[in-house]
Structures are given as C-alpha cells and as structure tokens.
C-alpha cells in the first residue's frame, strides 16, 4: 500500500483550525491527561469539563488519588457513568504510586500494563505528554484513518485491526516530534469529531481531501468497516424504596461484579414477589 502524507496537513490545521482551548491541552502533566483521557471515553467534552476540574480540586495529583478512600472516588464520579472507569481509576493511581514510584512510565508500552489504560489510550498520554512516535485508534481517529486509507478489511477480525494499528504508525510524524506528535495526535481527535463524523462528513473543508481515497470513491460512510455488533439485552427490576421518619433512605452496597459494580442502591429484586 502506498501511504499518503497525512502528518504535515493534519499538525498545521490542528494548530489554526483545531480545538486548543480545552484545559487539559494546556499540560504535558500525565496525570491530568491521563485523567482526562478516561474521562472522555464515551462521554461528551462538554460534560466532562465539570467533572475534570472538580477531581482535581479533590485529588490533585497521583499520590492523592491512590490514598483516597474508594467510596470518595466513586461520588465525585457520580453521574458521569460506566463506572468501571473510576474504579479502575484509582487502581491505576494505586498502581502508579506502588510500582513505579508516583510517576507515570514514559513509554506507550509500559503504560498499557497499567489498569483501565488501552493501547490507544496509553498512546494518547505518551504522545501528548512525552512525544513518542505512537499511534492511537480511539473511535474518532480509527475513522478518519480508515477512511484516508480506504481500508475496508472488517474491524471485528482481529488480524485487520492489528494491521490497521500497524499502518497507523506508519501514518506519524517523522520530524520535530516533540511539537509535531501532540497536535498530530489531537488533530486527528479533532477532525473525527468535527469534520470527518460518522454522518454527512464535511470533506470540503477537510484538511485531508486530498490524500483521502474514501472521498476520492465517494463513499466515506462506508468506513470504518465492523461487521460483528453489540449483543443488547433488557432486565426488568423491582427497587425497594424505603424511607425512614428521619427521611433517610436504605441503601445498600451493590456486588463488585456486575451492574453498579461497588456502588450504593436501593435493595434490587428480580421478582415482585421476592421484594414483598
């Protein structure tokens, strides 16, 4: 295959055209990326802004954040969701102060050993924070790349997603890696999330026209391809509310596995008759 030159169009448009505002591109400090990094997986920017900047009023730093009771964690992260997140949160900082003495590794590859941390994510922290000539496949990128290349070898195998992350690499900056690999890397964060979308991407404007086979086809919606989907279930519930005269509410600390892993609830029934 050969490969278009996609480094330089994507570092120059990042720096005029890409988002530079957001409080976490304003540190190379791994701790604040990385929080934010997990923050952002599946959730909006403007929703985790709020959040980000209330843990670390309450955490500022790794050490204050393995020392933290779990309980503390998990009800500064209520109502931001997949609360797998926060618990693997704090094990990482634990794990960080315990096993490589309060500092975040340097390298991509050290990082994905840590809890809750991916190969993609872990590429985002060592690009941004260290300049490591490393690739990150988030859901935004893996589009925008997919859709350069015209790469249309399904996903759910994973041999293809191998060779996608290895052409992804191919993809990096070669020069000036220490500016050039943090706006790379959040370049292409940004053109996944505000030119090149799921729907109606505006390929007009889009930094990478040229070099981008999928608009040259016509068809850029048809990238990425996954053929395998999610399986989705429902399960009915019945909650027992109940309430002191002091208004009070009984609550009870749910399983560390499963639904509302470590978190407190109602007591849950699976059956009407069970809860009476």
Known sequence: MTFPSIATPVVQWQASHGRNHLPWQQTRDPYRVWLSEIMLQQTQVSTVLGYYQRFLDAFPDVASLAAAPQDAVLALWSGLGYYSRARNLHRCAQAV????????????EDLATLPG???????????????ERVPILDANVRRVLTRVLAFDADLAVARNERELWDLAQ???????????????????????????????PSCLVCPLQQQCRAARFGNPENYPVRTRKLKRSSEAWWLLIAVDGQGRVWLERRPQQGIWAGLYAPPVFNEREALE
């Open 97 to 108: 102060v315990q096993d490589w003495g309060g500092a975040f590794p340097r390298r991509a």
């Open 117 to 131: 941390i991916g190969r993609s994510t872990a590429g985002a922290i060592a690009s941004f924070c260290f300049s």
């Open 170 to 200: 191919q993809l990096c900056p070669t020069e000036d890696l220490q500016q050039a690999m943090p706006r790379y890397t959040q370049g292409l964060m940004d053109l996944g999330a505000t030119i090149c979308t799921p729907r109606k």
